[in-house]
């Protein structure tokens, strides 16, 4: 049982493992000079120091409700043109190839823009979260509507269902697998540009907090805020993982582990 | 089967409904250039259960999709009680070659759908019906092709259609399972006499099942043959082995 308990939940921890202590010995024998690496009980050091002011939190916080509306605004907004232009022939042959078209912008290239027209504020990175994760969302509903088994449309039909209620038995459930794979895209790009936009120009924030501690040569801040990066990152990936499990656990893909 | 007293009464009620007519005449549809049904007449009586045989590309799928409504005729007219079919939609019910569950739906639902009003014990009921109450609430993902094709049959069968239409719906299990599922439709026919038009190119099937067989040739009826025999059929009963040959060779017939 104990053999059992360590190949399934112990192995995966072992390289981690090794690689933090090999990373402490390397950084305390002087290999690795504080300046460019510190050691990872510098790291450690440093965040206690950090949420005893509390002034990591209030960081975070800020970071994270910046996500969190750059999310809910741009995700909205691609679910919506997402449903729209699935169901909706007019609408799709409107709107599709322009938004394709502007999906070609790399968002982060508005990042000059951005800052003419919503100056430093919040109002730049919620912008920029949004125009990002509208677009995994976007196509990933879109295709998700688009891609429901006829055969499932039409037995709907004979049944009698149509409008609202088709939606809600068959158009919306069959698509929903494609659009959760677009919200775990969304979370990716959420994280990565709130990163860029924080590191080059903020008032608060993890971003801030990093780019602060350069000025300073304090690395094991650096590597703080990437390690709760890292963190955040993988929170929102579990927690979709977690959506996903609870709402298709009807999905045969989902049911070993349910 | 277990028939206790309450689905005897549903029965009562069910036969005051029956089965309804089905009337076509002059019936046409083409694809793309294609003529499919050439001004085809056709009459189903309430309550038959009718086959529908013919090489593949005859045109009987077609024919069964215009009675239900799936695709509209090009001409011609389909009266379900002297009434236009597309009316009476939820009157007619169909099976399809596939189950077509809703893998997100536990099996109650999936039979259930579309049904108003309080429809749970309708559905268990139907489920009772094939079998299969035991999996009211499992995924039909945890199904067998069998069993699934009986969930349909369940859903088809529990807002007690006028007419269930079957296009090839046994087609894909295999040759067990099928013989099942034949002695199972026509239990549930027996009981609840709605007008059954099955399609299909096994022509044992359709002479096991039906009251005439209707041959389909080049997109007009060709042949109609009543089959007399007493249900339930004997499985090589010599007189349906003369009945099978004779269509058979028609069918061949047809090649030419």
Redesign the interface.
């Known amino acids: 049982m104990f053999k059992e308990l360590y190949r399934r939940d112990l192995l995966p921890w072992v390289l981690p493992g090794c690689i933090l202590v090999a990373w402490q010995a390397t950084a305390q024998l002087g290999f690795i000079p504080a300046r460019v690496l510190p050691a990872p009980t510098q790291v450690f050091a440093a965040a206690v120091k950090l949420i005893r002011s509390g002034e990591i939190f209030r960081h975070i916080g800020v970071s994270s409700l910046r996500a969190l509306a750059g999310l809910l605004v741009g995700g909205s907004i691609g679910f919506t043109f997402g449903l729209l232009n699935g169901l909706s022939r007019t609408s799709d042959r409107l709107l599709n190839s322009t938004l394709q078209m502007v999906r070609n912008v790399p968002h982060l290239a508005l990042i000059p823009l951005c800052i003419l027209w919503f100056g430093i504020d919040e109002g730049s990175k919620v912008f920029l979260v949004a125009f990002g994760v509208f677009f995994p969302i976007y196509l990933n509903t879109y295709h998700g509507i688009q891609n429901v088994d006829p055969?499932?449309i039409?037995?709907?039909?004979?049944?009698?269902?149509s409008g609202y209620?088709l939606f809600r038995?068959?158009l919306f459930?069959?698509a929903?697998p494609a659009m959760l794979v677009g919200v775990r895209y969304a979370l990716g790009i959420m994280w990565l540009t709130l990163i860029v936009a924080e590191t080059v120009s903020a008032s608060s924030g993890i971003g801030y907090m990093t780019m602060t501690a350069r000025e300073f040569l304090q690395t094991d801040i650096i590597v703080l805020g990437i390690l709760i990066y890292a963190l955040l990152g993988k929170l929102a990936d579990v927690s979709t993982l977690l959506l996903e499990r609870r709402w298709?656990?009807?999905?045969?893909a989902f049911?070993k582990t349910a | 089967m277990s028939s206790q007293t309450a689905p005897a009464r549903a029965h009562a009620e069910i036969d005051a409904i029956g089965g309804a007519e089905i009337r076509l005449s002059a019936v046409s549809k083409s694809f793309v250039r294609q003529a499919v049904l050439k001004e085809l007449n056709l009459v189903v009586r309430p309550g038959e259960f009718l086959a529908i045989v013919g090489r593949s590309g005859c045109g009987k799928s077609t024919l069964l999709r215009l009675i239900a409504g799936l695709d509209a005729a090009d001409s011609g007219a389909i009266l379900l009680n002297d009434q236009p079919a597309q009316k009476k939609g939820q009157q007619i019910r169909v099976m399809f070659q596939d189950a077509r569950l809703l893998p997100w739906k536990h099996v109650l639902q999936n039979v259930g759908i579309g049904a108003r009003g309080t429809w749970e014990a309708k559905a268990l009921s139907a489920l009772e019906d094939v079998g299969l109450s035991a999996r009211a609430n499992d995924w039909p993902s945890a199904l067998s092709g069998g069993q699934k094709q009986r969930v349909a049959l369940a859903r088809a069968l529990m807002s007690h259609p006028q007419v269930l239409l079957l296009d090839e719906p046994l087609g894909s299990l295999d040759a067990l399972t099928r013989l099942e599922m034949q002695k199972l439709i026509e239990r549930v026919w027996l009981r609840q006499r709605f007008t059954a038009i099955l399609v299909t190119h096994d022509v044992t099937e359709a002479v096991t099942l039906a009251d005439r067989i209707v041959l389909l040739k080049d997109g007009v009826v060709s042949l109609i043959h009543p089959v007399a025999q007493a249900r339930p059929r004997a499985l090589g009963d010599p007189d349906l082995g003369r009945i099978e040959a004779h269509i058979l060779e028609r069918l061949l017939d047809a090649k030419g």
């Open positions: 055969g499932l039409e037995m709907g039909r004979v049944y009698g269902l209620e038995d068959v459930p069959a929903l298709l656990a009807w999905h045969p049911q």
